[in-house]
């Protein structure tokens, strides 16, 4: 079940018409830009965009011809830039964010992923649990950050903004 926009969202006064269906993603393309690593790390990003067109809520600020829409996502001198257009290929909006806001998160979201791994090979069911809760938070504030980043840009709900977190987060891994 999708989870609603939030209060006063511009995009929760396209849902109340009717549109909410057009306010998702229908694609998603990794530029050149961005390289290609190894095939688990290749694997990964792609169950991530699957994860993601799958289910999102997805609206560009200002748009009044409505979705669904195409991202394009690329690197550009340490910056990570959205190219929306619509499902036609029509151009919508370009966003550039900087990465350096997601930094700490990732790393930090990498060593406590790391720990889990080996963790799942050793540790107690409760130490499990403790660090896995530890991952889902860092996860959550990496969401919340990117919420934040899009803020004024890009509404999404809070699971579509965790599965382009994880993303952002696979794009990283080097593998």
């Not at 993601?52 to 829409?69: A, M, T």
Request: aromatic share 8%.
């Amino acid at each position: 079940m999708p989870v609603p926009w939030p209060s006063g969202s511009i995009c929760e006064a396209g849902v109340e018409q009717g549109i909410a269906s057009k306010s998702r993603l229908v694609d998603v393309v990794l530029d050149e830009s961005i390289g290609r690593s190894t095939p688990d790390v290749e694997h990964e990003r792609a169950v991530a965009i699957f994860d993601l067109i799958e289910e999102n809520r997805f609206c560009p600020v200002g748009d009044e011809g409505g979705g669904p829409y195409r991202l394009r996502l690329s690197l550009a001198e340490s910056r990570l830039v959205f190219q929306v257009s619509r499902e036609d290929g029509a151009a919508v909006v370009t966003h550039i964010l900087s990465l350096t806001p997601f930094r700490r998160i990732v790393k930090d979201y990498f060593l406590i992923c790391e720990s889990y791994y080996q963790a799942i090979r050793s540790a107690t069911p409760s130490q499990i649990e403790a660090i896995d809760m530890g991952r889902r938070g860092l996860h959550n504030e990496g969401s919340q950050t990117l919420m934040d980043r899009l803020a004024g840009k890009v509404e999404v709900d809070f699971d579509t903004a965790r599965r382009l977190f994880t993303l952002i987060c696979v794009l990283h891994w080097r593998g």
